[in-house]
């Protein structure tokens, strides 16, 4: 109403001045989602790198290797990642508000926190054959995965202060030093893994030593940075006893929510899969659901990495008290999501009848992977609306929020309408990935539903509420 009272130029003064600032969000968001995107896949392929040449040991080695890296995953790094998620809210509103001295506060205080987790992770991965056997795991593989996941031991703790440093980092927008120290860490990691595989003759061991390794060069690298650079002069990492025991009381609350957003997302995966290996050709679904998470998985560090960068600067307008500037960030973000979206899943449908071949000669698994085809499409574009509004919600602080619609969406909804339509129905493998779907666009629908109902002049006010008081 307001602007029809306008005069014609003030009017198309207006537009285009809100036409300028859409172009910016969207310009500040991929500043951080480009280059968070190279930070992911080094990563990834720190992990991949190691399995392909754990694959050319043999056949148990790679079994044992696939199901120890399943386990740690379930049981030690998705609980991590998310924790470490609870500083994209503290730090992320902290740089904004200003209060740079903080951001050095929480990540001292959350790194020691993480590493304190990390014990008990460590001695739960001592009893890996234990407890696989216990499951009814073959013995041999369970016994080489143990071997294995003690190894991965020295892996953990680096990853969380890698991660703690990437949050830190990531939530200044300081996002070429971590693309330079990834890409670095993959290259050390190549040679060292072969060395300890192939010339050290310490097998599946030897690679699990060379993450560890690698997760500590990656942290090194960081670590000098942090240390020397003038851009983390006002932010430079500190600790005190009494500043410790005060960022951890705004850690925890943040973290546990975080933790339960990523692990009920990550389990959730995990379940589908041992579904599979209950249906009549367990083989071929496993198999094919197998290919078909790997794909969703690698293109997955598209929206995840825009997440990241919703968060940000999410968080950072909060930070400043700018409601106006945090829903301008989201809408940019979800235009850029959906446009990668709709590229990723428009290719990968037009590639659906070849798409098999790079993963297996057997036709039987490649006409499947292609029946398969348009259901992986519509997890692929719920994912870009769900990683980003996930990433909103770390950023404003209700991760409680997250948590709740995430064990809602995939364990009341999800989980139960994969089971009903695989084994009831006898959809089999298509019946469980229709299961995820469902409860993948529960997930966005919620979400949405939230982002869109957050009265964000409040979210700001609680923001400079939790960095200033």
């Given at each position: ?59 148990l080695s790679l079994s044992g290797a696939s199901v120890a890296t399943s386990l740690t995953n379930v049981t030690g790094f998705s609980l991590v990642l998310g924790m470490a998620s609870g500083l994209e809210t ?156 005060a960022s951890i009381r705004e850690f925890f609350p943040l973290a546990i929510p975080s933790a339960c957003m990523v692990c009920l997302e990550w389990w959730t995966f995990e379940i589908v899969i041992l579904l ?112 980003v509004l996930s990433g909103v919600a770390r950023g404003s602080g209700w991760q409680h929020l997250g948590a709740y619609v995430n064990l809602g969406s995939f364990y009341l909804v999800g989980i139960p309408v ?52």
């Open positions: 109403m307001e602007e029809a009272l306008l005069l014609p130029e003030k009017r198309e003064k207006l537009n285009t001045t809100t036409w300028n600032v859409y172009i910016e969000a969207m310009k500040k968001v991929s500043y951080i989602t480009l280059p968070m995107l190279m930070v992911n896949l080094s990563q990834h392929l720190v992990r991949i790198g190691s399995m392909m040449m754990i694959g050319h040991l043999g056949e503290l730090c992320g509103q902290a740089y904004g508000a200003e209060q740079y001295n903080k951001l050095g506060i929480y990540t001292t205080g959350a790194i020691i926190s993480l590493l304190m987790v990390c014990i008990p992770i460590s001695v739960l991965w001592l009893f890996v054959d234990k407890i696989l056997i216990f499951m009814g795991q073959d013995p041999l593989i369970s016994i080489e995965a143990a071997k294995y996941s003690i190894w991965l031991i020295a892996a953990v703790f680096p990853f969380a202060i890698l991660q703690a440093l990437i949050r830190y980092l990531q939530t200044q927008s300081l996002i070429l030093p971590m693309v330079l120290s990834s890409f670095a860490t993959l290259c050390f990691h190549v040679p060292i893994c072969w060395l300890l595989i192939f010339k050290l003759n310490l097998g599946s061991c030897g690679a699990a030593v060379a993450i560890g390794l690698s997760y500590w060069f990656n942290v090194l690298l960081l670590g000098l940075y942090v240390k020397y650079s003038s851009s983390c002069e006002k932010t430079r990492l500190r600790f005190s006893a009494e500043e410790f025991l599979a290996g209950l249906l009549p050709k367990p083989q071929l679904e496993t198999s094919v659901l197998s290919i078909c998470m790997s794909v969703a998985s690698t293109l997955y560090f598209i929206p995840f990495s825009l997440g990241a960068g919703a968060s940000t600067r999410v968080s950072n307008e909060l930070g400043a008290g700018n409601p106006e500037g945090a829903k301008m960030a989201i809408r940019a973000t979800l235009t850029i999501s959906m446009a990668a979206a709709i590229i990723c899943s428009s290719v990968l449908f037009g590639c659906r009848n070849i798409l098999g071949y790079a993963f297996s000669n057997e036709k039987e698994v490649v006409d499947y992977l292609r029946d398969m085809t348009p259901f992986l499409c519509v997890l692929i574009v719920s994912d870009c609306i769900q990683a994969a089971i009903l339509s695989g084994f009831v129905l006898h959809f089999q493998g298509k019946g469980l990935w229709f299961g995820l779907n469902v409860g993948n666009l529960m997930q966005s629908l919620l979400l949405s539903l939230i982002t869109s109902f957050t009265d964000w002049k409040k979210q700001a006010s609680k923001a400079r509420e939790r960095i200033f008081y």
